[in-house]
């Protein structure tokens, strides 16, 4: 049997990724694809009459060769991309997606769906298997079922292409980022980098066969080395190159591609009778409407670039000349290390935390720890077990002294890995299927030298806590049905989770386990601990402006009909970002459009909004949390049987509320951000 498709005797289900080489995947894809296809069939043609089981648990329970390809595959291309695996990726894209077309518009099987969705009200179903045939019949519908045969064949065209765009976009985007490296002849330049982030372009420079230094590019526009570098012309090389990604001209231009994604989802909302793309994905969201969104984003965006602008102001003080972009960026991080050690009223400088915050330390005495107090969760790692590539490192995870699933750790950062940082299912939990999840966090940290420590930022610490939060919504999961696992809840929820799990960051019950200096092993001294927290306690308005000028920038572009699709990209962002009052030279969005992967490459298109949506109920649940015990495993367990366990298999905003008492408030979240 393809090893892909055979059955893992590994602990879990684990894959056994040593016996699966790239040349497996097509013909692995080739048998489920055509398995999958028959067991829909079945279904579809039975003589039965419809019943839920034999109908909606039927598809649920099929696939599963499929499910198993895509859950290998899709772990490998993003983190550890090679030439053959992007090739494969592409193939894939148009197949999947016309594989998908075929289920979902197939007229018997629609025709099943629809009696039972029209009966629903007495067929004597649960509550999630309500909520399953409801988005069965929703998806269809939005896949184009209900369409005539003409209708049908022009979402099959609009779908596939759109399929083969976005995964180009991704692709365009990680190969132009490689290719934007900045390049230092001269140590010197690089002042302000640790001896390590020096020694890492060092080695960068040598891997790509070139003396000198490769400073590498981070996905946002905003770089880690800009906020360090003291050399004003260095820190202007860094920033525009990463200002300018995508929109130089080259192989890696993505332009185009933007121009015909937007006008594709646009044609294909209008064909479904939505009046935009952004009306299209935000009814499937908790937001009410596009409107809704924007209606939030102008309010937090007036209150955002004033405090903008008194924050700016300050930085031009400190400076005492005026400022560009780059500038900003290291004006502030000054700002904050000034403002925090004034805070701790001694001269300590929050940089100095990162001695204090080594991976390792942090994950076991932190991440984990913090996670067993709360939720009841252990960790053992498994070092006979191998993940996708040798970075990767695999953990037990139980609960009640009974094993729950597999965590896995790709923590370093590696040219075959997309940028940014992110949370992926290798296995779904099911009671039906008898799954357990297996469940991936994936990050791009500098890797040290060999011998040395890895050190984490303040904004390290905080994503690792963030991306674990996820790890934690999938692993906690006790649903039947697999399309309500864990984090396979509405996009503008996805993300409370992971921000509920940041407050445990810097929590004193929770930072005093970890950090530890990694030379000498002493604790953090409590003027340092307290300066952190004063540094992270209030957002910077420079970054909620930038990503409320993303988000907007979103919206923008999903809110035009196919008439209104501008062909020049720059100028459209520029007068987005104006009309929507977040204009700012000196604080450029989060993302350009020609980089902007959440939307373009990935799956948050008109719903990069999500993350403040989600913010409003993770500002609210963190007063809970400190109102209700804080670490404690009485509130962990409430949170956990409330939000975790539920996944999709109830309203997940409704249960909040019931948790909370009362739907959440947009005041904490202004409080946090500073912006009351």
């Not at 934007?180 to 960068?204: C, M, N, P, Q």
Request: glycine fraction near 8%; hydrophobic fraction near 45%.
């Amino acid at each position: 049997m393809n090893p892909v498709l055979a059955a893992s005797e590994l602990p879990y289900g684990l894959p056994d990724f040593a016996a699966i080489s790239d040349d497996d995947f097509l013909p692995a894809y080739d048998v489920a694809l055509a398995a999958h296809l028959d067991e829909v069939e079945s279904i579809a043609s039975s003589a039965e009459a419809p019943t839920f089981d034999n109908t909606i648990g039927a598809l649920e329970a099929a696939g599963r060769p499929l499910a198993r390809a895509n859950g290998i595959f899709f772990n490998i291309e993003g983190p550890d991309s090679n030439p053959q695996r992007a090739k494969i990726a592409q193939v894939l894209a148009v197949r999947l997606t016309e594989h998908a077309n075929a289920i979902a518009m197939h007229p018997a099987l629609f025709a099943r769906v629809d009696e039972l969705y029209r009966r629903r009200a007495e067929l004597g179903l649960n509550q999630a298997q309500t909520r399953l045939l409801e988005q069965r019949y929703r998806d269809a519908v939005r896949a184009g079922a209900a369409l005539d045969d003409a209708g049908q064949a022009q979402m099959r065209e609009i779908s596939a292409r759109l399929a083969t765009l976005t995964t180009d976009f991704g692709q365009h985007l990680l190969d132009d980022t490689n290719a934007s490296a900045v390049h230092f002849t001269d140590a010197a330049d690089l002042d302000g980098l640790s001896a390590a982030e020096i020694a890492a372009a060092a080695r960068t420079a040598a891997d790509a066969g070139r003396d000198g230094y490769l400073v590498a590019l981070e996905l946002p526009t905003s770089q880690a080395t800009v906020a360090k570098l003291t050399d004003p012309a260095a820190r202007q090389r860094v920033f525009d190159a990463s200002m300018s990604r995508c929109a130089r001209g080259n192989e890696h231009d993505t332009r185009a591609l933007i121009t015909e994604i937007v006008t594709l989802r646009a044609r294909r909302a209008a064909l479904l009778g939505y009046p935009t793309h952004a009306d299209y994905v935000i009814a499937e969201e908790t937001a009410p409407n596009p409107q809704a969104v924007a209606d939030l984003l102008a309010e937090l965006g007036a209150a955002a670039t004033t405090a903008g602008e008194a924050e700016l102001a300050r930085l031009i003080e400190r400076a005492g000349h005026p400022l560009t972009a780059a500038d900003v960026t290291f004006y502030l991080a000054a700002d904050q290390r000034a403002r925090a050690a004034d805070s701790a009223t001694t001269g300590v400088d929050i940089d100095d935390f990162a001695d204090y915050c080594e991976l390792n330390t942090v994950l076991v005495d932190g991440v984990f720890a913090a996670a067993g107090r709360l939720y009841g969760l252990t960790f053992v790692e498994r070092n006979d077990l191998a993940g996708y590539h040798p970075d990767v490192r695999v953990w037990e995870v139980s609960r009640g002294g009974q094993g729950i699933g597999l965590f896995l750790g790709d923590f370093y950062a590696r040219p075959s890995k997309r940028g940014g940082a992110w949370m992926n299912n290798i296995v779904d939990q099911s009671r039906q299927l008898g799954t357990a999840p297996i469940i991936v966090n994936v990050l791009n940290l500098t890797e040290p030298e060999p011998g040395q420590p890895c050190l984490l930022s303040l904004d390290q610490l905080t994503t690792l806590f963030h991306e674990f939060g996820h790890a934690i919504h999938g692993l906690l999961s006790d649903v039947d049905y697999v399309s309500q696992s864990g984090t396979s809840v509405p996009r503008d929820f996805v993300e409370f989770p992971s921000q509920v799990n940041e407050m445990w960051a810097l929590h004193p019950d929770v930072v005093g386990g970890y950090a530890r200096n990694h030379r000498t092993g002493e604790a953090a001294p409590q003027a340092l601990l307290d300066a952190v927290r004063a540094a992270g306690g209030t957002e910077p308005a420079h970054a909620t402006v930038e990503y409320l000028a993303a988000a907007a920038l979103d919206l923008a572009w999903h809110r035009l009909t196919e008439a209104q699709i501008p062909s020049d990209v720059q100028e459209f962002e520029a007068a987005a970002l104006a009309e929507a009052g977040l204009g700012s030279a000196l604080i450029p969005p989060r993302y350009r459009s020609t980089y902007f992967n959440h939307v373009f490459g990935g799956g948050y298109s008109s719903a990069y909004y999500s993350y403040i949506w989600s913010e409003i109920l993770d500002a609210e649940t963190e007063q809970w949390f400190l109102s209700h015990g804080g670490l404690s495993a009485e509130s962990g367990a409430a949170f956990a049987d409330a939000v975790l366990l539920r996944g999709d298999s109830v309203d997940p905003v409704a249960a909040h509320a019931a948790l909370l008492g009362h739907p959440a408030r947009i005041g904490p979240l202004l409080t946090r951000r500073g912006l009351q």
